[in-house]
Each structure stands twice: as structure tokens, then as C-alpha cells.
């Protein structure tokens, strides 16, 4: 009985300190649209980047169009899959997450945008 | 003897009543978060915060944004207004904008106004302004310089405040610490959202001020909801003429930030 009530000391400790960090450690994800790309960054409230974490697209009907990583300075780009909302979603080694969704009239902007410049 | 002893019987008198002068750069949202909209207005105007009275301001000399270390000159982008308080006669000219947030990180919004003449106490006003607008999560670039003749640069953090926080900032001269130097504070009463205008019981109660210390730095502590406007005032080394006689400059620094109730 000891044993159990030591257990479940334990866990509500371990609970509450890995509380306090994902508030500190909560992340945050943009994305824009530029010159036939998509460019994300994630980062930490700081400024700090989200390196080396997991990325992954959707569109408006939640369909994964693609997987990346973050590189050291929080960016990840790709060349635009599909003129549709799309989410973005990252999701760092600790598991916490954030996502963003970049309009379509935004991808819509960038291609005329792109248009006028050439 | 007798002209001199009165001519400043008569400033004396007036000094307790020249109310204070502000100039302020106000935003329609000063944290834009990714589930808003990222459209922002900004109005920038003259007036005496807690009385709500609005005095001319011509077009600015000087009005940009400085986000991730970079500077935007946006003054051709500010478009005539006006507004006036409930018992002022006929509208004073004010100036706003539309500002399109693009990517993460502060913005500090800043303006240095044409030179105000002050007829009561026979200087101009120049007061250099800034806001800082947190936009997207990335807290980053608040407290930045952007290398006026004098400003502040916030030490506390300046959005994100709850009534009752301090407010903490050094005063810059030439960019350098400017030691015992006099900041005025006064709330705006038209803040939005400030449930009913305050009235103050006397004078004092209408700018309260707080001096530097010896690095320039100060604090306040702010009682209530709204924006609070904080006023670090010195004389410009330079005169400007008017009617052939060199007057001298008040130039102030200037530094906006809201607070909201803790519920």
C-alpha cells in the first residue's frame, strides 16, 4: 500500500513538472508562400529554433501531402503541392505540437506575384 | 524690477496648468495572434491623455516600423483624420494608417512629430513616440533602439501586461542614459474598453511623474486597464527660430503599452 501511494506521489510530480515545461516550451509555427515555395519556420516564444523536428503537410480535407524536418534554424521549405488551405503541423522530440494554416488566396497571391516579377 | 517680478508671477501661475502634452501612436491590436486578423490600424495623434483633449498635430517629419532589426519608413502611407474630446469644439487634426502584419517578431512603431509651438510656456514640443506590436508568438525585437534623439527603451516587456504590473524603462539622450530626468505618466481615457472615465480628485492626479535614476532607468506601477503613456522630457541642444528669436525645444520620449485586468 506504501509502495502504491509512493508510485502515485511519484506520478503526479513527474505529471506536474512535465506541465510546467510545455508551457515553457510551447512552439510556434508560419508559413508563407513565396516565389512557387512554401517556407516555415518554428520557433520558440524566444526566438529560439525548433530544430530537427517533424513536419508534416495537410491540405483542407486533412490528407497528408508531405513529411519533413526542421533544420537547425527552425526553417523547412517546399515547392507548393497543391493551391488548397494547408495545415502545417510540427511536432518536436518532447511532442509538443502547434500548426498553422496557410490560406490558398495566400498561395493564389504569391503565383500572380510571381507572374508580375517575370 | 517690478515688470521682471511680475512676468514671472504670471509664469508661475500658468505652470501648474499647462496640462500635459502627449503625442501617441495607438494600434487596433498590439498582440496579433495567428487566429486574427493580421490587418492592424494605427492612429497617431496629439493629446492630453486623462482629459481627453486633442490639440493639432501637422504631418509628421518622421514615422516608421523597426521589425527584426530592420527599419520601414511608412510616412507616406499616413492618411489625415481627426478626432476631439466630448467638450471640445470642432475636430484636431490626427493622423492613422492601415499596417499589414507579414511575418513573426515586434514591431516598434515609432514617430517624431513636426515641431508643436506651445505659446504658454514659449517652447516647441517635439515628443518621440513609440509602441511595440507583438505579432505570430515570436517574442523577440521589443526592446530594440531605433536611434532617435531620445527615447525609451523598455526593460520590462511591453505587451502581455496585466493592470497592476510595473512598467520599467531606461531614457536614452543622443543614445545615452539619460540620469534624473522627469517622466510624466498619464492613462488614456480613451482607452477601449475602459469602463468609465476617470476623473481626478486634483491636479496631481492628472500626470503623475517619476524621475530617472542615475542609468536613466525608471518605474511605474499601473493601477488600471488601458494604455499608459510615459513622457521623458529634456531640452533639444539646438533652438528652432520663430519671429527671429530662438526658441528653445522640449523634446520628449515617448512609450505606449497597454494593460489589461487580470479576471
Known sequence: ?118 | MKKTFLAVFILLLYAPFACAHFAAVIPSDDIVTKDESRNIQLDVKFVHPLEMHYMEMARPAQFGVLHRGKKTDLLGTLKQSQGKAPDQEGGFMTWTTDYKIKRPGDYTFYVEPAPYWEPAEDLFIIHYTKVCVNALGLQAGWDGPIGLETEIIPLTRPYGLWSGNMFSGQVLLKGKPAPYVEIEVEYLNESTGNPAIVKAPSDPYVTQVVKSDANGVFHYAMPRAGWWGFSALSEADRTIKKGGIEKHIEIGAVYWVRTVDMK
Not at chain 1, 508510485?7 to 510545455?22: G, K, P
Not at chain 1, 515555395?37 to 524566444?46: C, H, M, N, P
Not at chain 1, 529560439?48 to 503537410?57: A, G, L
Open chain 1, 1 to 118: 500500500m506504501f509502495s502504491v501511494f509512493r508510485i502515485s506521489i511519484l506520478s503526479i510530480v513527474v505529471s506536474a513538472l512535465f506541465a510546467t515545461s510545455s508551457l515553457a516550451h510551447k512552439i510556434n509555427v508560419f508559413a508563407y508562400a513565396e516565389t512557387g515555395q512554401v517556407k516555415t519556420e518554428s520557433y520558440f516564444a524566444d526566438g529560439r529554433p525548433v530544430k530537427q523536428s517533424r513536419v508534416m503537410v495537410y491540405d483542407s480535407n486533412d490528407n497528408l501531402l508531405l513529411e519533413g524536418k526542421t533544420d537547425d534554424e527552425g526553417l523547412f521549405s517546399f515547392a507548393i503541392p497543391k493551391v488548397d488551405d494547408l495545415k502545417v503541423v510540427v511536432r518536436e522530440i518532447l511532442g509538443h505540437r502547434n500548426s498553422f494554416i496557410l490560406k490558398k488566396s495566400e498561395i493564389v497571391a504569391s503565383k500572380v506575384t510571381e507572374k508580375g516579377n517575370n
